[in-house]
Structures are given as structure tokens and as C-alpha cells.
């Protein structure tokens, strides 16, 4: 299947949150990014060159397009993109007080800005072990593509 203009259109609007927030979906870009996401979210689509196709074959994907150099350029948002970019879906569920109240180690940001300083502390979080983080409304995106990165 090509990468028709629509579906490029759509990619792009994915940049912007509203956009992220409207469809429920976000961005992320590269194998290692890809393939740590796609264990833990649900994977909608898949833009796979035929490089990165042997890999993404073994992944579950609601829709795998193969595109080539060129056409992930256009959909990527980085200046030299890898094999592969998905869209995932975001998580709906929204925690409740008794999981605040979990014996569970957990994290809570407030005024978080720069996107790729929120990537960097999930990331550490990650590495840590911690499983929540509860971001307040003034932080940056946590599914904007600079901090998915």
C-alpha cells in the first residue's frame, strides 16, 4: 500500500497537539522508539521502509505501509528520519484516587516545559522502575514528538 496524500496529510497534522488530541494518536519516529512503544500502545499505522520491513513484520499493527526514503521524509518531522515512523494510539484511561493513593512509587510534574527535558525525565523514570507519572495541566505534551523522541 502507497502512502496516499491524505494519510501524509494526517501524519503531518500530528504535529500539532490539537490535532494529537482530536484523533487520539501520536507520533514516534525510529526503530528503538518504535519498537519500546509498540509493547506498551496500541500501534494504529506503521510507515516502514524496505530496510526496516523484516522487523516490522513481527510487530501487531493495525495498518503497515511501505514507503520509500523519500515519502518518509515528507511524513517525518526530523531532519534525517530513520526506517520507520508510527502512530500510536494515546491512552484513554485517566487515573482515579485510589490509584494516586497506591502503595505504587509514582512521579508528579508540575510546570514541566521543554518537551525534550519531560522525554528525559520519563526516560529516567522508566529506568528507575517507576510505572506513573502524573503530569499537571502546565506542563509540556507528554505525546508531543520531541518528547516522544
Request: proline share 5%.
Amino acid at each position: 500500500m502507497a502512502l496516499s496524500k491524505n494519510k501524509l496529510k494526517w501524519i503531518n497534522a500530528l504535529a500539532l497537539k490539537k490535532y494529537r488530541d482530536a484523533d487520539n494518536c501520536f507520533i514516534a519516529e525510529g526503530p528503538k522508539a518504535v519498537e519500546d512503544l509498540a509493547s506498551r500502545f496500541r500501534l494504529h499505522t506503521l510507515l516502514a521502509t524496505e530496510t526496516y520491513l523484516p522487523k516490522a513484520q513481527t510487530l501487531e499493527v493495525g495498518e503497515l505501509v511501505v514507503v520509500s526514503q523519500q515519502e518518509l521524509e515528507k511524513a517525518s518531522q526530523l531532519k534525517t528520519p530513520h526506517d520507520c515512523l508510527a502512530i500510536f494510539e494515546k491512552p484513554t484511561s485517566q487515573a482515579n484516587v485510589m490509584e494516586l493513593m497506591s502503595n505504587e512509587l509514582a512521579l508528579a510534574l508540575d510546570g514541566v516545559q521543554d518537551p525534550g527535558n519531560l522525554g528525559t525525565i520519563i526516560r529516567l523514570a522508566d529506568w528507575f522502575g517507576i510505572s506513573r507519572i502524573y503530569c499537571s495541566p502546565e506542563c509540556a505534551d507528554a505525546f508531543s514528538p520531541k518528547t516522544v523522541q
